[in-house]
C-alpha cells in the first residue's frame, strides 16, 4: 500500500497525500478495499455494532526534518453528528513509533465533550487546526507503537495527538473513521459516506467505489463531496470554536 502511493506520489510530482488527504478511498480502489477490509470491520462491529458507515479516511504523513504535530483533540467536535458511538481505526502504513511521532491517546477522555479552539499554528497537521482547551497534563498517555500493517482504534471522542517525527525516516498513517449507520448530520446539510455493513436508515448519500486508479469520474466526485464536507465542518468550527493566533 505504501509502494503504490509512493508510486503515485513520484509519477504525478505532487504530494498525493496532500490532495488525497482526505476520503483517498474514493480515488483509488486498493483504499475503498482496506476501509472494507473484513479483518478490520469484524472488530470494528464488536465495539459500534453492525450497522457501519465509513464516514471519511485521512492520510497522516511527517516527513523527515518537518515539524507537523497533531495538537490534542477530540475527532469528534467537528463531525456534526448527533451521537458518539464512532471511532477511528489508525494503521500504520510505516513503523510508528516514539522518535518519529506516534500516535497518543489519552485513555477514559472519550466520556466527555472537552472545549476545543483554533490555533493557526502552520504546524498543526489538523485541516481546522483545532485542539482542546482544557488542561489534562494529568491524564496518563498511551504511545500507539505500531509496526506497518498494524492498527491501534480511538473512540471519536478519546482525546488524542502526536509530536513531530525527530527520526530520519517518514512515518506515515491512514485513519480511517466508522461511527454507527443510525447516527445521522445535524445541521441539514447533504452528507455523503460510505456504506460498509447493515443500514444507515436514508441518514447519508452513498459514496462509490473508484474503477481504477484516479478514475476520472471518481476524481470529479471527490471533488464535489470533499466541498460539501468541508461546508460541515467549517459550520460546525464557527459554531463551536473560538479562533486564538
Ligand atoms: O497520525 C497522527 O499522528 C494523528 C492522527 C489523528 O489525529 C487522527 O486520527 O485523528
Given amino acids: 500500500m505504501r509502494q503504490q502511493l509512493e508510486y503515485y506520489e513520484r509519477k504525478l510530482g505532487k504530494d498525493i497525500f496532500s490532495n488525497f488527504q482526505l476520503k483517498g478511498h474514493l480515488i483509488f480502489p486498493f483504499l475503498w478495499e482496506i476501509v472494507h477490509e473484513l479483518k478490520i470491520i469484524e472488530i470494528v462491529e464488536t465495539l459500534i455494532g453492525p450497522n457501519i458507515v465509513c464516514w471519511g ?90 509496526n506497518p500493517g498494524e492498527i491501534s482504534i480511538h473512540h471519536m471522542y478519546a482525546i488524542h495527538g502526536s509530536k513531530r517525527n525527530e527520526s530520519s525516516a517518514r512515518r506515515i498513517g491512514f485513519a480511517i473513521r466508522y461511527i454507527d449507520g443510525s447516527m445521522k448530520n445535524t445541521n441539514g446539510l447533504n452528507s455523503h459516506a460510505t456504506l460498509i455493513k447493515g443500514h444507515d436508515f436514508g441518514n447519508f448519500i452513498h459514496e462509490k467505489k473508484p474503477k481504477y486508479d484516479l478514475d476520472a469520474q471518481a476524481l470529479r466526485r471527490h471533488s464535489s463531496i470533499i466541498s460539501s464536507s468541508e461546508k460541515i465542518v467549517r459550520a460546525e468550527s464557527d459554531r463551536l470554536m473560538k479562533r486564538i493566533h
Fill in 57 to 146: 479516511s485521512s492520510f497522516f504523513v511527517k516527513d523527515v526534518g518537518t515539524s507537523d504535530f497533531v495538537p490534542w483533540h477530540q475527532d469528534g467536535t467537528c463531525w456534526g453528528l448527533n451521537g458518539t458511538n464512532g471511532l477511528t481505526v489508525w494503521l500504520a502504513l510505516t513503523p510508528s513509533k516514539e522518535d518519529n511521532g506516534c500516535l497518543r491517546v489519552r485513555p477514559c477522555t472519550h466520556t466527555r465533550k472537552y472545549e476545543h479552539i483554533i490555533n493557526e499554528n502552520p504546524n498543526s497537521m489538523l485541516p481546522l487546526k483545532e485542539e482542546v482547551n482544557h488542561s489534562h497534563s494529568k491524564i496518563n498517555t498511551v504511545d500507539c507503537i505500531l
